[in-house]
Each structure stands twice: as C-alpha cells, then as structure tokens.
C-alpha cells in the first residue's frame, strides 16, 4: 500500500516538476494556451505511430507525438501569418480539427483497442503505477516514473544550458535575432520540449491537467518573486506542492488524482493571489484602505492649517462641526478626527481641534508638493 | 557584389590609371576592373571613402504593400544621422532591415563593406521601449547585461567581467543608483536609459535607435542627447529615428527625409529643407523653418 502512494505520488512530483520548467517561458511569452492546444493535438500522432508499430508503450509514440505537436504550431503561426486569423483563433481552429482527425482515425479503424477518450482527457494517475518496468524479471518500479524522469531531465538541461538564450528571446525577441540568437530556434526547442513533455504527461496524468500544470505554477510563482531564475525554481516547488496536496486529497475523499490536482493548482494559485506580500489581493487592499485614512487625515490638517490663527478659526475648527465645513459624513469625519488624533496630528482644546506640530510639518510638506 | 553607388565608381576607375594601379593585379586571380570597381577592393577602401552603412537599392514589402520602394541611403562613419518622416514611413522597418531583421525583396546592406551578419559585433541596437515587456521579472543591472550577450555567443554565461561592464554602462546614463531595481518600477525616461545603456555595454562602433525620444521628460532628453554627442566625439556612427522636427538641427550633423522612399539625405544644412520637408510630410506638415 505504501509503496503504491510512493509510486503514484512520485510520478506526480515529477510531472509537476517538468511541465513547471518550460511552463515558465510559456506563460512569459503569453503561449500558454499553445500547450491546450499541443495536448490535445498529439493525439492523430499517437494513433498513426500506434498503427505503425502495434504497441501501445513504443518511443516512436512520443516522438510521433512530439512531432505532431510540433506541427501544430507550424500550423497555428501558418494561419496567423496570413494575417486574416489571429492567434486565439488560429489556435482555436487547428487543434480541434487534429484532435478529431485522432478521434475518427480511433472510431473508424481502432475501435476495439484500448485508447480510452476519458483517459485521453484525464488520465489515471491511479493505474500509473500498473505499468511496471521489468528487465530480467526484477521490478523497477512504474515506466511513467522513468518517461517523465527522463523529460524532466531533458528540460533542467535545457533550461539551464540556453537560460541566458531563454531569457534574452523571451523578454526581447529582436534585440536576441539582432545579436545572432535565433529566436525561432529558440521558440520551436521550447515548443518541440512542451510537445516532447505534453505527450510524456498526459499517458500518466492527462491532458487537463497537463495544462494545469504547465500554466499554474508559473502563473503562481510569477507573483512570488521579481527575477526569472527564483521563478523557475518557484514554479517547480509550487507544482510539486500542489501535486502532492492534491494527490492527499484525493485519497482522503476518494476523487480523481488529476482533477484533484488540477483544483489544487487553482486553490494554491488564489491563495499565493491573496497573501503575498506587496502585490497581493489583501496588500493592496490594506494599502488602499491606509492610503484613504492618510489622505483623509490630511485633507483635515490642512483645513486646520489653512485657518489657524485667523479670525473664523473657532468655527472653522468646532469638532461638532468639523464635517459641515468638509461636507463629509458626520461618521467618517468622526473616524478621521480619531485616527488623527492617534497619530498626534491634532489634539483637543475644549470643543476645538488644533493641530500639533507634526501636524502642521505633515500640512506644510503637503501643501509644497 | 557591390559597385558602390552609381557615380562613385568612376573616380575610382580614373585614379587606377592614373596611379598605375597595375601593380595591384600581381598575385591577384581577378581581372583587373573587377579589383578596381569592387567596395572591397584595395582601391575603395581609402578611410575616408569607406561608408558605415550603405543601404542599395532597398525594397521591402509586406505581402505586395511596399513599405520602403528602393531605398539608398550611404551613411559616412562618424555622424549623428536621424532619420525622420510621417508616421508610416518605414522608419523603423528601415532600422531592422539594416539589422537583418527583416527581409527585403530587393537591395543590399552593407556595415563597414560587409554584410550584417559578419558585423553584428559592432552594431549596437536600441528598439523601442515599448516593444518589450516591462513586467518581465529581471533587475536593470540584468538587462543592462544583455548587451553582452553576443560576444558571449551561446551559452556561456555572463560573469563579473560582464557586470563591471554594464555597471560603468549605467554611470554613464546616470542609473548605476538602480541596477537593483525591478524593471517594472522604472519611469519611461529610466526604461530608455536602461536601454541605452544595454546598447553602449556593447562598445558598438554603429548604433541604430529606434525613437530613443519617444516619451521621455525633458532631463533625459538632454542627457540622451549629451549621449549622443559623445560616442559621435568618440568617432561612432549614430543613427537615430526620430520624430521631433524642432530639434533636428540642434540635436543632429546628418539627416535623413523619408517617406516611403528617401526624398533626401545628407548633412542637415544641405538637406533638412523646407522644399525636402514639405515633400516629406506633404500637407501634414505643420512646421516650417
């Protein structure tokens, strides 16, 4: 029992992990939906290689795989050059169609051989673990743990040696082509990486989630942090969290491995979107909320600044009156008087408010701007 | 092969005779009018001839539309050149034609009398600060570093020499204050330093900037201008594309009158005329000297 969460909870990790890597770059080039429509567009691919060799757990499936996703995007920037379609609609267009050339080439010649449209979708990760290597009898533990490895692999490497080409391409394409980096290089080993992991993932995990892992992670980390290298390394520690939290709830209410961790993703990621520091949901929130009290406050130091010492000073600065002059709601100019107070702007005089010094420092700096 | 623009060859073919350039066959397997006429040539390459760029017979189009028509354009080295026209009149396709960025339907660029791409390491480029994202998560100091990218080559990572390099980039634009700071917080006059910055980490001896102006307050425009003046004195040649007619005379030796096609080109008093403007702009021109 042990050793089937092991199994399971490993090639999860690893899957998050890889498809995190050239996620990163996908959501920086705003591409993210290119691997929707890479996961599903695999599929023609992986039937015509299923043809050709008669076996289900082949290479040639990947690189067949890969390969159409390649195309896919040869495709999508095709459609877009002409332009007369854009990008969202160049996408929406060609992998629909590809994915149901899958479809019907399944229905119409493979019907009775086991390519499940659910599991295509989906996944399983619970029967990941079925598929064992065994070399001379001993087991090695499940074959998506040694795919997904290996692609995890081949991405770490590729990150890490083409990161200053990565990074250069991504952030300015033509200053990259200026200086002799190819950005379409660059652009199609970054799609063939997401094909090559797309077609690895989605046998042991599913398309959907997938995509989940490859746009959650970075979409998280890009929150979390200012400089590319920590986003990468944040993103692969935030798939493997959500992969591993969502693989326990899973258990623990008996649901789908992959839906749970896809929800995971999105929960991890609205949570990240409400709590982190500086940009945050909540961060701005009280930012706004402090700079409405401050700018409140400020209004009524200057009010007092402006009469002091003249003759209308002692109506002008009437607590009891105070929001007439201002024409604010009798209870905000209440809660404004006290949050002065307590910052020692102003103090109290019998029915008067005058300011203290700070006060008229903060009235007179306001006032020079 | 190159022959230099129409009426430069001649003098040329003259002054072989007359300095009994024969000599120059020996051991030489080109017959002797190909050595003469060629920009390569020994003949063409007194310093004072040499162009830093040569635009021939430039014409680039998207899909059948025409964006520049034939385009020559010789920029001797050392000037401060802009070029200037209407919106939509090739400008920028222009600058990244000259960069290989884009491919022309006819014509020929050459930098220093070769082809871009044996030249990249001297050119430096500054693009538009609006054509990349500022929200990307880097710091200044690791853009400024990009500018050191192609001598590095691929692969091979930036290292300290790097560092010290765009650091003293920065102190010349007045920015070594930020190289820590986060792209996105920077003001349209600080991104435009940081971009030229970028270009000078290179030490290019051919820089081309696309619209180093555009939006910026007024202390960086004389700053970038002082910038300008200064790798001129230092013998590079700038070409800038830019959009303030008011300020061409101040700002630049050399000007460019574009529209489509070149209407004019030369040294600002020769061509920035109002004859040339009014050509250029057509009725959309709205000042005249």
């Known amino acids: ?369 | 092969m190159s022959y230099g623009t129409g009426n430069e060859w001649f003098p040329y073919y003259e002054q072989a005779f007359s300095e009994g350039s024969f000599s120059y066959r020996t051991g030489n397997e080109l017959p002797y009018y190909e050595q003469v006429f060629s920009d390569s040539g020994v003949l063409g390459m007194q310093a004072s001839e040499q162009k830093a760029i040569q635009v021939t017979d430039l014409t680039v189009a998207y899909q059948d539309k025409p964006v520049l028509w034939d385009i020559d354009l010789d920029v001797p080295p050392g000037v401060l050149l802009s070029i200037v026209g209407p919106n939509g009149a090739g400008k920028t396709t222009l600058i990244k034609a000259i960069l290989g960025l884009v491919r022309p339907a006819a014509g020929n660029v050459l930098i220093y009398d070769k082809p871009y791409e044996a030249q990249r390491q001297i050119i430096g480029y500054v693009p538009q600060r609006g054509s990349v994202d500022w929200d990307f998560p880097t710091n200044v100091l690791d853009v400024v570093m990009m500018g050191c990218y192609g001598a590095l080559g691929w692969i091979r990572r930036p290292g300290k020499k790097e560092r010290e390099l765009a650091m003293q980039a920065l102190e010349k634009v007045g920015m070594e204050a930020y190289a820590t700071r986060q792209i996105s917080q920077l003001s349209g006059g600080q991104q435009q330093r940081v971009f030229l910055a970028r270009a000078l980490v290179q030490d290019a001896t051919v820089y081309l900037m696309d619209e180093p102006f555009q939006g910026v307050d007024a202390t960086t425009e004389r700053a970038i201008v002082t910038l300008l003046q200064e790798l001129r004195a230092d013998g590079k040649t700038v070409v800038v594309v830019h959009h303030d007619l008011q300020t061409v005379t101040d700002y630049f030796d050399w000007v460019m009158l574009l529209n489509i096609r070149r209407i004019a080109s030369g040294p600002v008093d020769e061509a920035f005329t109002s004859d040339n403007l009014r050509e250029t702009y057509g009725g959309r021109l709205a000042f005249m000297k």
């Open chain 1, 1 to 369: 029992m042990l050793q089937g969460h092991l199994d399971i909870l490993s090639i999860a990790i690893v899957t998050a992990a890889a498809c995190a890597l050239p996620g990163v770059f996908l959501v920086l080039r705003r591409m993210t939906l290119m691997s929707d429509a890479i996961s599903h567009a695999i599929l023609p691919g992986i039937v015509i290689a299923f043809f050709l060799t008669g076996n289900l757990s082949s290479p040639l499936l990947i690189l067949a795989a890969a390969g159409t996703g390649v195309l896919t995007v040869v495709f999508v920037e095709l459609l877009q050059r002409t332009k007369l379609v854009k990008e969202d609609a160049a996408i929406g267009l060609t992998f629909p169609a590809l994915f149901s050339i899958g479809v019907i080439l399944i229905s119409r010649f493979a019907g009775n051989v086991h390519l499940d449209m659910d599991v295509v979708l989906l996944g399983e990760l619970a029967y990941a673990p079925l598929n064992r290597l065994k070399i001379f009898g001993s087991d090695l533990g499940p074959v998506p743990l040694y795919v997904m490895g290996t692609i995890l692999v081949l991405n770490l490497i590729f990150v890490v040696v083409f990161y200053k080409e990565l990074k250069l391409v991504t952030f300015d394409a033509s200053l990259a082509a200026a200086l002799g980096f190819s950005p379409t290089l660059i652009h199609y080993g970054l799609m063939t990486l997401v094909s090559v992991t797309t077609v690895g993932a989605f046998d042991a995990v599913g398309s959907i989630l997938v995509v989940a892992l490859i746009a959650g992670p970075p979409a998280t980390a890009y929150l979390m942090t200012d400089r590319l290298s920590r986003m990468i390394i944040l993103s692969a520690i935030i798939g493997c969290v959500n992969a591993v939290s969502g693989y326990w709830i899973a258990f623990l209410f008996d649901v789908s491995i992959a839906g749970a961790i896809a929800t995971m993703t999105l929960i991890i990621f609205v949570l990240v979107f409400l709590v982190v520091p500086n940009r945050g949901l909540i961060a701005i929130a009280r930012r706004h909320a402090r700079q409405k009290w401050e700018f409140a406050q400020t209004m009524l130091v200057i009010h007092l600044f402006n009469h002091e010492g003249l003759p209308e000073a002692e109506t002008e600065s009437a607590i009891a009156d105070l929001h007439e002059h201002l024409s604010w709601d009798p209870g905000f100019t209440n809660q404004v008087v006290k949050y002065a107070l307590s910052n020692r702007c102003v103090s109290r005089k019998e029915t008067q408010l005058i300011l203290t010094a700070h006060g008229r420092t903060i009235a007179q700096q306001a006032l020079v701007q």
